[in-house]
């Protein structure tokens, strides 16, 4: 099965500082990837190289290549900007627009791009908001400020916001981090659904969270990817002894 998105020789430097160090994986569609490793290992820089987040850093350099289907996404032939309608992104912290209503926060970005009006934008609404599990609790109140949700309902929203540009990929920092048990259980439910129509790669310190959602897992070591495949397999029989001591907890 071809990769949806796929990296070979990825690296991310800040200064003279390597954090991730010459990275290949191929990240296959419609699955949940989950990237685990101890702190500082180079999980969320690597994410955030799969949609040019590290474009902001003035220390940061990236080389390697990044494919989203047949094209290097790090191409002058690729905008950030249809990178980023393509590769959508979650953040650790739920961070809705602060000063618009859910409605709002919504149809901010798919007016921006001019991909929905009139009827049609209404319509995406209500779509991604069932996408995300929120319609029903939201539906009333859609012009009260987002930041009157709570904090499960802020992430779901905007995992929504993130849905509203029809991405193709979905990126995760940690989704669930701030939340508490039964919000961080709505995150991992709606994960399950949305991989039905998404490709997913979720950041997560959570092994036991890894080991529930995702189909892959990859597990990295100051900046190496150590070791990647079937989240069964590194589980229940990893083949690097790195591996096995961090998922054991001997190190971690």
């Not at 702190?39 to 040019?52: E, Q, V």
């Not at 590769?87 to 409605?103: D, K, L, W, Y």
Request: charged share 25%.
């Amino acid at each position: 099965m071809a990769a949806h998105m796929s990296t070979r020789d990825l690296r991310v430097s800040f200064g003279k500082t390597e954090a991730v160090k010459g990275v290949d994986m191929d990240i296959q569609a419609q699955s949940v990837t989950a990237i685990i490793g101890p702190s500082g290992c180079g999980k969320t820089t690597f994410l955030r190289a799969l949609n040019r987040m590290h474009d902001y850093s003035r220390n940061a350099r990236v080389s390697g290549t990044v494919r989203l289907g047949d094209r290097d996404i790090y191409s002058e032939a690729m905008s950030p900007v249809e990178l980023r309608t393509r590769v959508g992104m979650v953040f650790q912290r739920p961070n809705p627009f602060p000063t618009m209503s859910i409605r709002d926060n919504i149809t901010f970005a798919p007016k921006r791009h001019g991909l929905a009006r009139g009827l049609a934008l209404q319509e995406l609404v209500e779509q991604v908001l069932r996408q995300a599990a929120l319609w029903d609790e939201v539906k009333d109140r859609l012009d009260d400020p987002a930041t009157g949700l709570s904090g499960g309902q802020q992430q779901r929203l905007c995992i929504a916001r993130a849905l509203a540009v029809k991405p193709e990929v979905l990126l995760m920092d940690e989704p669930a981090s701030a939340l508490d048990p039964t919000a961080t259980q709505r995150i991992e439910d709606l994960i399950f659904e949305l991989k039905k129509d998404y490709t997913i790669v979720i950041v997560t310190h959570n092994m036991q969270q890894a080991a529930r959602v995702s189909d892959h897992t990859a597990f990295f070591y100051m900046g190496d990817l150590v070791e990647f495949g079937e989240t069964d397999g590194i589980f229940t029989n990893p083949r690097e002894e790195q591996t096995e001591a961090y998922i054991t907890g001997r190190f971690g």
